[in-house]
C-alpha cells in the first residue's frame, strides 16, 4: 500500500531530505507503530527482548522515491494480512483486534497520532510508553513552520502535524500515572483466542491482565478458575483503566481476600498497611512494610514474599 509524507515549508531544498531527519521519521513510524501493534495484542505498548523474524517482516516499510512539490516521501507497506500467516490471523479475535489484519505500520502510526490529538477519540489504545514515542517524534520537525502531511489515496483520513501539536501530546502523557507494583487476588478467567491475556474477577469488577514474559501460559493453564493471588505491575491509558502486567502468582493465603479489588494509585506498601489497619489481619504480606525496598528491583522483592 502506497503512502506520501508531504513536508510543507521545509528548511532543506524541494525534493530533498536530510539523512539524520529521515532516519528519525523512520525510527518513529516503526516505534509507534509497533507500539500500537504491541498494545492491541496485550494492552501495553512495550515489549521486551529482541523482535523475531516474523514481526521484522511484518513492520517492513520501504521509501520508493523522493519528489518535488515541497519534498514528498513515497513509501510503501504491507497489510499485516499480507505479512501475517493465517494461523498467526486467527489470534485477532479480540475486539480491538479485529481491525489489524487490515492494518499497515503506517495506517497504525497514523491512527496512534489522530487517537492522541483528537479530543473526541476513544483514547484506550493509548499508553504513557506510546504516548512518550508519539512525543519523540517532535525531533522529526527543524521548525515551528514546519507540517508534516501524511495520506493514502484518501483511503484514510489525512494526518497533519505540526511541532505545536505535541504539547497537547504532551499534557495527555502527563495525566496518566506511572506503572505501579500492584497485589491482586481473584479468580482468574482464559480467554479463548489469546494464551497471554486473562481476566482477573475481583470483588469490585473484572481487570485485564497480560503474562509477563518471565511466565509461560502453561505455568497459569491449571488455574484457570481458581481464586489465586498475583503480584505484578499495574499499567494504566489514559481513562485510568488498569491493565495488569503478571509477574508472580501465588496460591492464596489468609487475608489475601483484601486484594480482592481493582488497583488505585495507593503503593502497595499504603495497601498493606490500610490493610492492617481496617482488618487487623495477620497477612504475610506485612512483614514486607517496615523493609519495603527503596532502590532494589521489583523482582527481589517478590523472592522476599516467598520466604
Known amino acids: ?16 531530505i536530510n539523512l539524520e531527519r529521515l532516519a528519525s521519521m523512520a525510527r518513529g513510524i516503526l516505534k509507534i507503530s509497533e507500539g500500537a501493534f504491541n498494545i492491541r495484542l496485550k494492552g501495553i505498548s512495550i515489549t521486551k527482548g529482541k523482535r523475531s523474524e516474523v514481526i521484522q ?17 513515497s513509501i510503501n507497506a504491507k497489510t499485516f494480512q499480507e505479512t501475517l500467516q493465517p494461523y498467526q490471523l486467527n489470534l485477532f479475535r479480540q475486539e480491538q483486534q479485529k481491525e489489524l489484519a487490515g492494518h499497515t505500520p ?26 512518550n514515542e508519539l512525543k519523540q517524534f517532535r525531533k522529526a520537525f527543524n521548525n515551528d513552520e514546519e ?10 483520513p489525512v494526518l497533519r502535524i505540526k511541532r505545536q501539536d505535541f504539547e497537547r501530546i504532551r499534557t495527555l ?14 479468580k ?17 469488577g473484572n481487570i485485564d491482565g497480560f503474562l509477563s ?29 488498569p491493565i495488569i502486567e503478571i509477574k508472580n502468582i501465588y496460591e492464596p493465603g489468609e487475608g489475601d481476600r483484601y486484594f480482592s479489588r481493582k488497583p488505585t494509585n495507593e503503593t502497595v506498601e499504603e495497601q498493606i498497611q490500610r490493610q492492617q489497619k481496617e482488618k487487623g489481619l495477620n497477612n504475610p504480606l506485612s512483614s514486607l512494610v517496615d523493609q519495603w525496598p527503596g532502590d532494589e528491583e521489583f523482582d527481589e522483592l517478590l523472592n522476599m514474599l516467598s520466604k
Do not use: C
Open 57 to 73: 517482516n511484518a513492520f517492513n516499510v520501504t521509501l520508493t522515491g523522493i519528489d518535488k512539490g515541497s519534498t514528498v516521501l
Open 106 to 131: 503506517v495506517s497504525l502510526f497514523i491512527t496512534t497520532f489522530q487517537q492522541a490529538m483528537d479530543e473526541k477519540k476513544n483514547k484506550n489504545l493509548l499508553d504513557k510508553p506510546l504516548l
Open 1 to 16: 500500500m502506497r503512502y506520501e509524507i508531504k513536508i510543507e515549508k521545509a528548511q532543506e531544498a524541494e525534493g530533498t
Open 213 to 241: 514474559e518471565d511466565i509461560s501460559s502453561d505455568v497459569i493453564a491449571g488455574y484457570w478458575g481458581k481464586v489465586i493471588t498475583i503480584s505484578g505491575i499495574s499499567h494504566y491509558n489514559p481513562e485510568g483503566k
Open 173 to 186: 502523557e502527563s495525566t496518566i500515572p506511572e506503572p505501579e507494583p500492584v497485589i491482586i487476588n481473584g
Open 147 to 156: 507540517t508534516l502531511i501524511f495520506s493514502n489515496q484518501n483511503t484514510i
Open 188 to 204: 482468574v478467567e482464559e480467554l479463548k483466542y489469546s494464551k497471554l491475556r486473562v481476566k482477573i474477577q475481583t470483588d469490585q
